[in-house]
């Protein structure tokens, strides 16, 4: 692998919110991407977090613990169309190369 | 289209064949990376390119070779395929190869060998 983990699977409840891990244990690190796939489609930017702490994007909202090799994705407010795979992505610090999880695939239930 | 356009979209072919696959960068885009993704499993990093020189290889079989061109769009060239080749590949282009810039991607080509 390359170093990233995160759970096949979660599940959560439209309009409450959904927590999406992430750990690490790269060779580098250079901050962390976090993306939104769907099923056949290419991987969007949601956001990019480098300091320690949590990073308030409205709907999207991410934390980063360095010392612990922990990031986190928080949704709120979900919406059935929130269903996607997340992607939690390491930058390395030769070029920026993305090193990828294999994604959370995060269900929205009515 | 203003975003990465790759390029076939699908394509089949046999075992032991061979396979050209393009990307087009965003406009002023140099940095471009090359990634695999198989059924249900990461993106898996293969190779990057930044201002037409390798920088970077990742899993890329040595079957494989990546060249990145003047106007820094980018060809795959794929020889003697094998089954396990089957797979999404994405390529993804960023403004410069450091700072806050982060990549965006291409629709990908579904390749399949059988």
């Known amino acids: 692998g390359q170093g990233v983990e995160q759970p096949d699977n979660l599940m959560s409840v439209e309009g409450t919110f959904a927590r999406v891990n992430c750990t690490y244990s790269t060779s580098g690190f250079n901050g962390l991407s976090w993306y939104q796939q769907r099923e056949g489609h290419a991987p969007v930017f949601l956001s990019y977090v480098v300091l320690d702490g949590l990073k308030d994007s409205g709907h999207f909202s991410t934390f980063l613990s360095r010392s612990n090799g922990y990031s986190y994705l928080l949704l709120t407010e979900l919406q059935i169309k929130d269903s996607a795979s997340y992607l939690c992505a390491v930058r390395m610090p030769n070029y920026n190369v993305l090193y990828f999880g294999s994604g959370t695939k995060l269900t929205v239930e009515p | 289209d203003s975003g990465v356009v790759q390029s076939p979209r699908h394509i089949i072919k046999e075992k032991g064949g061979r396979s050209v696959l393009t990307c087009i960068p965003i406009?002023?885009?140099?940095?471009v990376v090359w990634y695999q993704q198989t059924l249900g499993k990461e993106l898996k990093f293969l190779i990057q390119h930044y201002e037409k020189v390798e920088r970077d290889k990742g899993f890329l079989p040595s079957r494989f070779s990546v060249q990145q061109f003047d106007d820094y769009h980018s060809e795959m060239n794929m020889s003697a395929l094998e089954l396990e080749d089957s797979a999404m590949y994405f390529c993804?282009?960023?403004?410069?190869?450091?700072?806050?810039?982060?990549?965006?991607f291409g629709s990908g080509t579904r390749l399949l060998v059988i």
């Open positions: 406009s002023g885009h140099s940095n």
């Open positions: 993804a282009s960023s403004l410069d190869r450091g700072g806050v810039s982060d990549y965006t």
